[in-house]
């Protein structure tokens, strides 16, 4: 199989794992899950330096999502990864489990950081780039955000901050879906040209 094969089955793992989390869990968001599938596995299946059995390996890349919303995504890419058992995601969004509805590091291996209100990824991931680039850490940063966040202030302070601070280690992508909560990102705020 191709390394292009590959990725495709593990998106499709994503979104399958994703779906019966939703449908288990009686969670909502599916739509900014399946929207994400193939970014995390590019990312987890082709890019990022990690070790699913060190998750605090000093070296590894970090990722943030910051659409965390979208946690089960994260899930199930971690679960594919190698992180934790396919098995542990049929919790998630139950009472009691570490796997909460919107991404949790709590309890969670490989997950850098508990998110849900948007705009705080990307200005916590330059924070996290800027730390590495004076400490001379050569991992890089990858932060994975909604278009209907960039309607926040702190992002854009965030993106001057970026280039002022020279932080060739942080990669920022956003899920241009074109949705936000329930209504079209145009009809929210204009977000064109983005």
Same mark, same amino acid.
């Given at each position: ?7 495709? +089955? ?53 990722? #943030? ?11 199930? %890419? ?15 969004? +139950? ?7 919107? %991404? ?6 490989? %997950? ?28 890089? #940063?990858? %932060? ?35 949705? +936000? ?14």
């Amino acid at each position: 199989m191709t390394n292009v094969e590959n990725l495709e +089955q593990l998106s499709l793992k994503i979104r399958k794992h994703a779906v019966n989390m939703a449908s288990t869990g009686g969670s909502s968001h599916i739509g900014s899950i399946l929207s994400i599938a193939d970014v995390l596995a590019v990312l987890y299946g082709s890019i990022m330096n990690y070790k699913a059995d060190n998750p605090k390996w000093s070296d590894r890349d970090r990722f #943030i999502l910051s659409k965390g919303h979208a946690g089960a995504g994260v899930y199930a %890419v971690l679960a594919e990864s190698g992180f934790m058992s396919a098995d542990k995601l049929k919790t998630h969004y +139950q009472d009691g489990s570490d796997l909460s509805g919107h %991404v949790s590091h709590k309890g969670v291996p490989g %997950v850098e950081l508990s998110t849900g209100s948007l705009g705080h990824g990307l200005p916590v991931a330059a924070g996290m780039a800027l730390a590495a680039k004076i400490n001379k850490d050569k991992h890089n #940063i990858y %932060v994975l955000m909604s278009d209907g966040e960039c309607d926040e202030g702190s992002n854009w302070e965030a993106a001057l901050f970026a280039p002022h601070h020279k932080l060739d280690n942080l990669v920022a992508i956003i899920d241009r879906n074109k949705l +936000q909560s329930i209504h079209s990102t145009e009809d929210t705020l204009g977000l064109e040209p983005l």
